[in-house]
């Protein structure tokens, strides 16, 4: 491997918090200016949004499901179980249902993202845009932040739901509780902040992933071995990007609005 | 052994005037890490004027055609490009130069998930201000100066190499651009089919005046430019009549070292007494 210097370091990394934030930041500023491409922002919407669709249900369901499961011996030992609409609801409104769905669409299209966009890239694609007069940022990269920021957005609402549902199931088919219960708990015990948190958190996710995928894409050098890079770290670095923003939006969060 | 290289800027022929020519570039440097590749480089392309650029693998041959579109900058120098100083504008304006020039690059460089119609259209429906049929006309029209009609529904996947190469210049010149770029337009071809690629070349020179900058490793390429002229009537490249000089628009631009050696036409370069170019013509 390859030795690189502290100073060349300290040089290649403030280079690319520079470049991605500056990329981050036309990403949205083109919203703004003209063209706008509402036709790449549709396309792209289906593919994030509706391709997502199978992974998000199935990993709701079964995280809500496993998440009763997994709770009720401890809350039956308590004689608690009657509260296991209300652990499974809060569980996956604030945390599990924005953060799994967040990790499943950034392993799905950021690496898809940086994937595509890299290939065009190392196939000088990019270049040609650039060469017609076309501003790949606008073009290629803010239809994309739009639509997963505006996708995940609706992908969490389905997760939550679905793993509510998962926990129902198990509640209702395995552990014989009363759907009425459940349902009716799960439903009070949410409030502003619960819901407010979970649906902040797939916005700043939405833009994550894309930014930090467009990023790799259109950074990518060094032929097919390049792009294959860029893919891999662009599912590492949002993977763990949206674990970090996770806990500080949620410690911010709750400073806000006092813990429960 | 070959002479090193000499700078030549003082045998230019005319002085350079940004206003008039279609490309300038002065005292134009640029290294990529620690390697010099153009190092202080001046030469103009003369309105409809096509100019060959010659250079071992690796002499900044393509680096001239991305500085030319903007798509890199100088380290140190000027680049105009119709009378605009491309070193000095920004992205947003340089979109808007751009549209008057076209570029075939190396390996075409189609949009690989557009089909052949919307690959050649797709300058005209980014401007968005031209009719569908008007589109398809122009992408008909665009096609047929390169003979590939009827490969419209294809994708580029599906061309061979010449084919993609000629779509991508039915996809420069489909807006009639002022200046053309061409970036190794005949590498790795067969002969037929390169033969085919000069002879839509010197058709865009003759018949539409377009100013071109070529960047190529074939010399007999060049040569068959600066004795061809192309035919309307019968409608394919014809060789000048014996004796004949100047009558195209084609001159030859060496690099060695980061240097301009040569800037001339075909017969000053064949009269040259500089051993490298004795060597590389050879």
């Given amino acids: ?163 509510m549902i998962g926990g129902g199931a198990v509640a209702r088919g395995l552990l014989g509780m009363d759907s009425h219960q459940y349902w009716s708990t799960a439903w009070q015990i949410l409030t502003f902040q619960d819901v407010f948190m979970g649906l902040l ?32 770290q662009a599912v590492v670095a949002s993977s763990v990007f949206i674990l970090l923003v996770d806990f500080f939006t949620t410690k911010l969060l709750m400073a806000i609005f006092g813990y429960r | 052994m070959a002479a090193p290289p000499t700078a030549i800027e003082q045998r230019l022929p005319s002085e350079p005037d940004a206003a008039t020519s279609a490309i300038v570039f002065e005292n134009v440097s640029i290294a990529f890490d620690d390697k010099v590749v153009l190092d202080g480089i001046s030469f103009h392309l003369a309105k409809g004027e096509t100019k060959a650029i010659f250079g071992v693998a690796g002499s900044g041959k393509s680096t001239i055609l991305k500085l030319a579109l903007g798509l890199l900058k100088p380290d140190a120098g000027r680049i105009y490009v119709l009378g605009d100083d491309v070193t000095q504008m920004q992205e947003n304006a340089l979109f808007e130069l751009r549209r008057k020039v076209g570029m075939v690059f190396q390996e075409s460089a189609l949009f690989d998930s557009l089909t052949v119609r919307e690959n050649v259209a797709f300058r005209l429906l980014e401007e968005g201000n031209v009719s569908d049929e008007d589109v398809e006309k122009r992408v008909r029209e665009a096609l047929s100066f390169v003979e590939l009609e009827n490969t419209v529904d294809k994708f580029p996947a599906e061309l061979s190499g010449g084919m993609r190469r000629r779509v991508a210049i039915a996809r420069a010149i489909i807006t009639q651009p002022e200046i053309l770029l061409y970036d190794s337009p005949t590498g790795g071809l067969d002969p037929v089919t390169s033969t085919t690629i000069i002879q839509l070349i010197i058709k865009q020179r003759d018949v539409y005046k377009t100013s071109s900058l070529l960047v190529t490793h074939r010399l007999q390429d060049a040569f068959v430019m600066a004795t061809h002229y192309f035919d309307r009537k019968a409608n394919e490249m014809r060789p000048l009549p014996p004796g004949a000089r100047g009558e195209v628009p084609m001159a030859f631009l060496i690099l060695r070292d980061g240097k301009v050696i040569f800037d001339g036409d075909a017969h000053q370069l064949a009269q040259s007494k500089d051993e490298y170019i004795r060597e590389y013509i050879s």
């Fill in chain 1, 1 to 163: 491997m390859e030795l690189i210097s502290p100073t060349e370091f300290a040089k290649d990394t403030v280079q690319t918090v520079q470049d991605y934030s500056r990329l981050a930041g036309q990403s949205v500023a083109n919203l703004f200016r003209y063209p706008r491409y509402f036709a790449d922002m549709l396309q792209q919407a289906d593919l994030i949004g509706v391709g997502s669709l199978p992974i998000v249900v199935l990993t709701g369901f079964f995280t809500g499901a496993v998440l009763a499961l997994n709770s009720s011996t401890t809350l039956q030992r308590f004689g608690s179980l009657s509260l296991l609409g209300q652990l499974v609801s809060v569980g996956m409104v604030r945390e599990l249902g924005p953060v799994l769905t967040g990790l499943m669409v950034a392993g799905r299209n950021s690496s898809g993202m940086a994937s595509e966009l890299g290939s065009m890239v190392v196939t000088e694609q990019i270049d040609a845009m650039r060469a017609l007069g076309t501003d790949p940022m606008k073009k290629l990269i803010t239809p994309r932040v739009i639509s997963t920021v505006f996708m995940l957005f609706f992908l969490t609402i389905i997760s939550d739901l679905l793993g």
């Fill in chain 1, 201 to 232: 958190k797939p916005l700043l996710f939405g833009f994550i992933i894309s930014t930090v995928g467009c990023y790799y894409g259109i950074t990518a050098r060094g032929g097919t071995q390049g792009v294959g890079r860029a893919t891999t």
